[in-house]
T-cell receptor, first 116, second 110 residues
């Protein structure tokens, strides 16, 4: 029973390029969350998705950032025209189904994005 | 705005010491509070708390929630160097999202 899978583990981009981060949730999980973490800081919520729906994107910058979770395949966090300030660890987490009182998040190992 | 505050932000102790980590929160629709331990990679789940006053325990770690005063504590007794990590507190904002605090960086010296 594989956990939350993120790839790539490390991604290096030059300023102005695009970054695509992938996340496959745990089997049976239909909720995906993306978080960003800067060094010495906690996890900052970015976006919460269910299959084919964005539920809450209040933490995601309005420009250059987008996320999707298609019916088939992994969730994708896309950053266009990256800048140095986008360098961070991006964590994906998944949870089973909404409405249960005992939900918790299961995290992937993260993608470390470095913008040169 | 929903927020989770943790204190202290960093803590250095010696092996064998007992530590108490604090987490306070303000959210619109509280469902549960979770503690995670983050070493080098993915945060790993420690506890989920939903009811006030009921202590959860796992080995040397324990945690309790006070829903009236809106806080939780995480205790670690007889600390070991392997306990060195960032401890994250998060609140499940009832199906909207999970709000994380900044974390407490714990360093346990031999």
């Amino acid at each position: 029973n594989a956990g939350v899978m993120q790839n790539p583990r490390h991604l290096v981009r030059r300023r102005g390029q695009e970054a695509r981060l992938r996340c496959s949730p745990m089997k049976g999980h239909s909720h995906v969350y993306w978080y960003r973490q800067l060094p010495e800081e906690g996890l900052k919520f970015m976006v919460y998705l269910q299959k084919e729906n964005i539920i809450d994107e209040s933490g995601m910058p309005k420009e250059r950032f987008s996320a999707e979770f298609p019916k088939e395949g992994p969730s994708i966090l896309r950053i266009q025209q990256v800048v140095r300030g986008d360098s961070a660890a991006y964590f994906c987490a998944s949870s089973p189904t909404e409405g249960l009182a005992n939900e918790k998040l299961f995290f992937g190992s993260g993608t470390q994005l470095s913008v040169l | 705005e929903d927020k989770v505050v943790q204190s202290p932000l960093s803590l250095v102790v010696h092996e064998g010491d007992t530590v108490t980590l604090n987490c306070s929160y303000e959210v619109t629709n509280f469902r549960s509070l979770l503690w995670y331990k983050q070493e080098k990679k993915a945060p790993t789940f420690l506890f989920m708390l939903t009811s006030s006053g009921i202590e959860k325990k796992s080995g040397r770690l324990s945690s309790i929630l006070d829903k009236k005063e809106l806080f939780s504590i995480l205790n670690i007794t007889a600390t070991q160097t392997g306990d060195s990590a960032i401890y994250l507190c998060a609140v499940d904002n009832y199906g909207q999202n999970f709000v994380f605090g900044p974390g407490t960086r714990l360093s346990v010296l031999p």
